[in-house]
């Protein structure tokens, strides 16, 4: 697709209950990074992929937060056991540069748990 | 400890006047500096970025400005226009750290009429 595509761009999780957010980058992009960004906040960094290999996961602030980049373009982000301090908006950013360049974000999932 | 700071959360400019906005860091060891714009309920969108081998880059409207012993930047928007008006981020990050960008907290950019 022209950009990058995040799913779904909603969610309502009850507490405990676990949920995915999917990642579609920009084609070819092989760096792909999750943010979160709480309400009146900037965006904090989750994780970082470099094509299917997760190179920085420093920013997950649980054990129940996982992600995954299996085949090196689609990701998902699971949380497990979702709580209400989980609920924030999840960005993923793809890039065509290993190292610096300018990095694309998607729309972002918003993800409220009650 | 926020590493990245802009203390403004807002600020208004008349349509034509230059708009400031200003960023300040505290980590010695980032080295490349990036200003994103965004919009409600979009994601952000990158802007211009600068080196800090660099004190200034320009690129049409949009110059940032680079003061490394002073470990601030600041991003000059002339002539603000009002599809200027969002909430501006200041990231940095570290050398070899991969585009691992660490942002502030924003601020908010209103051009008015």
């Known amino acids: 697709g022209a950009g990058v595509s995040q799913s779904p761009r909603y969610k309502v999780a009850k507490r405990g209950q676990d949920v995915a957010l999917r990642c579609d980058p920009i084609s070819g992009h092989v760096s792909l990074f999750w943010y979160q960004q709480a309400l009146g906040q900037g965006p904090e960094f989750l994780t970082y992929?470099?094509?299917?290999?997760?190179?920085?996961k420093s920013g997950l602030p649980s054990d129940r937060f996982f992600a995954e980049r299996p085949e090196g373009s689609v990701s998902t982000l699971k949380i497990q056991r979702t709580q209400q301090e989980d609920s924030a908006v999840y960005l993923c950013?793809?890039?065509?540069?290993?190292?610096?360049?300018?990095?694309?974000f998607g729309e972002g999932s918003w993800l409220t748990v009650v | 400890d926020q590493q990245v700071k802009q203390n403004s959360p807002s600020l208004s400019v008349q349509e034509g006047r230059i708009s400031i906005l200003n960023c300040d860091y505290t980590n010695s060891m980032f080295d490349y500096f990036l200003w994103y714009k965004k919009y409600p309920a979009e994601g952000p969108t990158f802007l211009i970025s600068?080196?800090?081998?660099?004190d200034k880059n320009e690129d049409g409207r949009f110059t940032v400005f680079l003061n490394k012993s002073a470990k601030h930047l600041s991003l000059h928007i002339v002539p603000s226009q009002p599809g200027d008006s969002a909430v501006y981020f200041c990231a940095a990050s570290e050398s070899g750290t991969a585009s691992k960008l660490t942002f502030g907290t924003g601020t908010r950019l209103q051009v008015t009429l």
């Open positions: 992929f470099q094509n299917e290999a997760q190179l920085d």
């Open positions: 600068i080196s800090s081998i660099k």
């Open positions: 950013a793809s890039s065509s540069y290993m190292d610096r360049g300018q990095i694309y």
